[in-house]
Every structure is written in C-alpha cells, then in structure tokens.
C-alpha cells in the first residue's frame, strides 16, 4: 500500500512511518523540516503556511495525518492554523477515495473527575468546556473530519510515550528537583496511557479495516498512574525519585494566575504549570476501548519495566 503521513519528523509520525516502512508499505513522508525520516520518499509541506501540496499526495492509497501544533499554551491562532486548517487542507489534497487515518487526542474529552471510562460518543463538546487551545482545535479538528470525511478514522489515544517522546515524560523529568517532583494529586490517579508502539499497531488495524470509521479510542489494556510511570522510569535509571502531592484545586489555581501574568506580559514562552498540564495529571481518565478490541481487533498492553528500560537504555 502507498501510505502519506504527515508530521513525519515527529514522534508520533515518525514511529508510523518506521512501522509502515517495516510491515513493507511504501511510504511518502510529509512535514515541515527541510530534512525528513531516513530511507523514505520525503516532501516538505508547513501545514501551518498553506502552499501548494506535493504531487504524490493526490496518488497514494491512504493518509495517515499525524500533523499537529501540540503544545499546552501558545497562541490560538497557531494552532487553528496548523491543527484544524491544515487537516482541511490534508483533505483537499489527497484522494476523496483514499483511506484517511486521523491521530486525534483524548484531549477531546474534559475531565471532570467522574468515575467510569469514557466513551467515544462523550465528545467533542462545545469550546467552552475546554481549558486550553490544544484540545478546543484537536475538538475542531474532529468536526471538520466528520464534516469533510465522515468514512475517515480518528484514532483518540491517550498520554502517549516511548523512544523519541519529546512532550510527556520530559517535561515531567525537568521539574524534578533534588530527587522530589511535585504533582497535581501526587500523580496517583490511574489513566489510560498509550506506549507508542500501542498507537503504531492501531495505525496498522486502521488501515487493514478500512469499513471502520468515526472516534476510536487507543490506549494499553492496564491503566497507569503519571507516578508509576516516572517511578518506573527512574527505577530503570537506578535514581531515586520522590512523588510530592499538590491538591488538585491549588495546582489549578496557580496554573490559572501564572497563564494569566503570562498573557499580560505577553510572553510566548509556556508556563512552568498549564491549566492543561493540571487536568492531564489530575484527572482519573480511563478510555472505554470497546471499539479498539472488538472493531479494529487488537487489546495492546507493554510491560512497564521492560519500556522503561529501553528508554534509558537498560
């Protein structure tokens, strides 16, 4: 199968296109540095900037439209642009018969603290209902997909990491200071998580169930805590770590003032604590993965010691 993916200098395009590349796929890698993905056909295309897209687009059997601006702050024009009007312009580019593979976000839910797992029909909501730009355009995105495609798939997973992870877990590393790390209710809440190589093999269901269609929500069959997963991390290191919790509606509170001194001052540099960053971490969300298991037919789950180690080299 020829297969586009975009955001293919990414972590998450990245990973998909080695899978593709590895299962024999023949793939057109997009994005928008001026060097892409080795051993791969690469086109430079800045969603975010509009342009003329690459010829191939328009002859591939399906696109796998990883692309996004993610980010828990920023400007919200930035990520309209690249997040919502660039998966318009994916859609005007490329085949109308083509199988198109949406990466979307559990983001598309708000956490609200309520018990159970959440459905795939629980979203998008209004824009209202979210506390950031990050998942108010993944939301958007959602609307023009239905809207434009309504026979694409939008894969929904949730806290996804791994090799090349350039958002979760580091950014919890960097505040860890003098062995201790303070989280928004000690990081203690279990939540579905997504090891990269899960979100790989859902790709790879997408694409051979192409009569599957809508929100599918993909993440490992055990749920995991942000504490055990860092805990795990630094076992793996042999360095000791210590999880200090903040009450939830504090951390809120100082991500809301910080946001607000940051507008003010109209800096574009992210806060040290996001309204985003507090609800991630504080909000028990657990996916319903009904549809992963029994329409695209795959229950992925990694073993916790063992990724952690291969990220530290262990």
Known sequence: ??????????????????????????????????????????ARWDLGLGGLPPAGLSSVDAVVHAAAHVAGWGDERV???????????????????????????????APDGRLGSY??????LEARRYSGPYARAKADQERVVESRRPDAIVLRPRAVWGPGDRTLLPRLESRVRFGRLVLPAGGRHRMSTTHIESLADAVEAALACPDVRGPVNVADATPRSPGELLM???A????????????SR?????????????????????????RYAVSALAAPVV??????????????????AAKAGELVGV
């Open 250 to 274: 504090l951390a809120d509170g100082a991500a809301i003032a910080l946001e607000s001194v940051y507008r003010l001052a109209g800096t574009r540099r992210e806060p040290a604590i996001t």
């Open 287 to 304: 996916l319903d993965l009904a549809r992963l298991h029994g329409e695209l037919c795959i229950s992925p789950d990694v073993d916790l």
């Open 79 to 109: 990520f309209h642009a690249v997040t919502v009007a660039g998966t318009a312009r994916v859609i005007d580019a490329m085949d109308p018969m083509a199988r198109l593979v949406v990466i979307g976000s559990s983001s598309v839910y």
């Open 119 to 124: 459905r795939e029909s629980d979203a998008p």
């Open 236 to 247: 793996a290191r042999n360095e000791p770590l210590r999880i200090v919790g903040l009450p």
């Open 1 to 42: 199968m020829r297969v586009a993916v975009t955001g293919s200098t990414g972590f998450v395009g990245g990973a998909i296109v080695r899978r593709l590349t590895a299962g024999g796929h023949s793939v057109l890698a997009l994005g928008r540095s001026t060097a892409g993905p080795d051993d791969v056909e690469y």
């Open 232 to 234: 795990a991390l630094f």
